[in-house]
């Protein structure tokens, strides 16, 4: 990174995880001294789930919504698990779905098991879903088990959709040297103008609804959920959290007035890093001459990219929802691997005609808004 110009902080603490190998062989799972399993043999799974189904994330991660957890045990061991959240929509339907501030779910699958045998716990897995209410889940397969997961979920009644991610493993060309040469410049101009600094879990969500209240917009999930995930995943040993945030280097230390430009909030677990939380000032009350640099969430995500590589993880762009994100993702960034995770959709009875009746409404917004001229997105059917 010297030679490009820009200096990258991973910081001082020692990550645990960063001794691991990311793509090693699993050791053995956890054994079950009864049919059921225990306290303890649930914490010892925890290092083989990702970091959004391990139980310290989704206990904080469901707020108020009772949270589920379906398991599969073959010969004493736990094969197969799948956790899920129930809640009421504005109409009263029940859905199942992931935790707020969880863009990717389960289920997750033991590595040790046959293609058939892992078949067989998907099929059981998904029988032990309640069949009343309906489903809206995303989950990112392993690529080796994505045929049969795809397979095991539309015979159980789900449509099955894509979702773009973008990965960069460890031992990828580094980031700076994928830029062309504009983005390269702009970047380390950011970084000359920058500092980054790590922020804590109070400090990063008082910016990032402060930035909403700028725009005059709420957020889709509960702001207090995702400070207690971010604290607690900071506490944690090995820390599993970490927010990068863009100051600019004039400030003086200490000046609360003066704005950040950005910041970025990441979480990982053994094998993936993801870039979980994003945002940045649009502008600054106190500082009225205050522009902010539209290269900072860049440099950030830059920082976050080799951070990850310092611990061997897979950097994971967690989900692309908009053109924009693409963009950057795939033409900016240069993100060398593209992947795939699955949108899980089931519905049942009146609901179903709930949704085709909403789908219609959405189409006829769009339709009219296409036809008189006004934006397409600026209104919901919601």
């Known amino acids: ?198 922020l804590g879990a109070v400090e990063f969500m008082r910016f990032y609804s402060g930035n909403l209240e700028d725009i005059a917009m709420e957020c889709y ?30 400030a003086l230390p200490g000046d609360e007035t003066y704005p950040l430009d950005a910041a970025i909030a990441c979480a990982w677990d053994r094998e993936r890093y993801y870039y979980v939380m994003s945002t940045r000032k649009r502008r600054s009350i106190e500082h009225p001459e205050w522009k902010p640099n539209a290269d900072a969430v860049k440099l950030l995500i830059v920082h976050a990219m080799e951070h990850a590589r310092s611990m061997g993880l897979v950097f994971d762009a967690d989900g692309v929802t908009e053109l924009g994100t693409e963009t950057l993702y795939r033409d900016i960034l240069k993100m060398p691997e593209l992947e795939h995770r699955y949108l899980l959709k089931r519905e049942f009875g009146l609901y179903t005609l709930y949704m085709a009746f909403k789908s219609r409404i959405a189409t006829l917004i769009a339709q009219i808004c296409g036809r008189s001229g006004v934006p397409r997105g600026e209104y919901s059917a919601e």
């Open 1 to 198: 990174m010297d030679s490009i110009g820009i200096e990258i902080n991973t910081g001082s603490r020692e990550f645990d995880v960063a001794k691991k190998q990311p793509f090693a062989k699993p050791r053995a799972l956890p054994r079950l001294k009864r049919s059921k399993p225990d306290a303890a043999v649930t914490a010892q799974l925890e290092s083989f789930l990702p970091v959004f189904e391990q139980t310290w994330w989704q206990t904080i991660a469901r707020g108020q919504k009772p949270l589920r957890i379906e398991q599969v045990t073959r010969r004493g061991m736990i094969v197969g698990r799948l956790s899920y959240v129930t809640s009421k929509n504005k109409v009263g339907f029940v859905i199942g779905t992931h935790p707020f501030w969880t863009h990717a779910c389960g289920p997750w699958i033991s590595d040790a098991l046959s293609d058939s045998e892992k078949s067989e716990v998907l099929e059981e897995l998904l029988s032990k879903l309640p069949k009343h209410i309906s489903f809206n889940l995303i989950c990112h397969p392993r690529k080796n088990d994505a045929a049969l997961l795809r397979k095991a979920f539309e015979k159980a009644g789900f449509t099955v959709a894509i979702q773009n991610t973008y990965t960069q493993a460890p031992d990828d060309t580094h980031v700076m040297r994928r830029l062309n040469i504009e983005q390269r410049k702009n970047i380390i101009r950011a970084a000359k103008k920058l500092r980054v600094i790590d």
């Open 221 to 250: 999930a509960p702001l207090e959920v995702a400070r207690d995930l971010i604290a607690e995943g900071m506490r944690r040993k090995p820390q599993q959290v970490r927010v990068f945030a863009a100051l600019r280097r004039e």
